[in-house]
Nanobody
Framework: QVQLVESGGGLVQPGGSLRLSCAAS????????MDWFRQAPGKEREFVAA????????AYGDSVKGRFTISRDNAKNTVYLQMNNLKPEDTANYYC?????????????WGQGTQVTVSS
C-alpha cells in the first residue's frame, strides 16, 4: 500500500520559514518524480514545485520562485519543500504527489496534506 505522508506545516509569521516533508512508503521512491501542490479555501489547486527522480531537475510555480526550494533524499524516501520569506498568500493546505503530471494534475498517489498558515 502506497502512502505519502506530509508533515512540517504550522503557523508562521510573514517573512518566516518552514520546511515541509513528504515521506513515501510502498513504492520505489527513487523511480518517481515528486511534486508539491497547494490549495487554499475557495481557490483552485496550484502547482508549487516539482523534482525529478534524481533531484537533478526542478521546477517551480511562478508565485514561489526564488522563495521555495524542493529537494529529495532517496535514501530516506522523502521529498522536502523549504519555504522562505513566507507571505499571507502562501496560506494553504500543501500536498505532495507522485506518479503523474503537473500539467494534467493527474497522479497515481496523493498525500493527505499539511496546513500552512502565514499570519501575524
Amino acid at each position: 500500500q502506497v502512502q505519502l505522508v506530509e508533515s512540517g506545516g504550522g503557523l508562521v509569521q510573514p517573512g518566516g520559514s518552514l520546511r515541509l516533508s513528504c515521506a513515501a512508503s510502498g513504492l520505489t521512491f527513487s523511480s518517481y518524480g515528486m511534486d508539491w501542490f497547494r490549495q487554499a479555501p475557495g481557490k483552485e489547486r496550484e502547482f508549487v514545485a516539482a523534482i525529478n527522480w534524481s533531484g537533478g531537475i526542478t521546477a517551480y510555480g511562478d508565485s514561489v520562485k526564488g522563495r521555495f526550494t524542493i529537494s529529495r533524499d532517496n535514501a530516506k524516501n522523502t521529498v522536502y519543500l523549504q519555504m522562505n520569506n513566507l507571505k499571507p498568500e502562501d496560506t494553504a493546505n500543501y500536498y505532495c504527489a507522485a506518479g503523474g503530471s503537473r500539467f494534467s494534475q493527474v497522479y497515481d498517489y496523493w498525500g493527505q496534506g499539511t496546513q500552512v498558515t502565514v499570519s501575524s
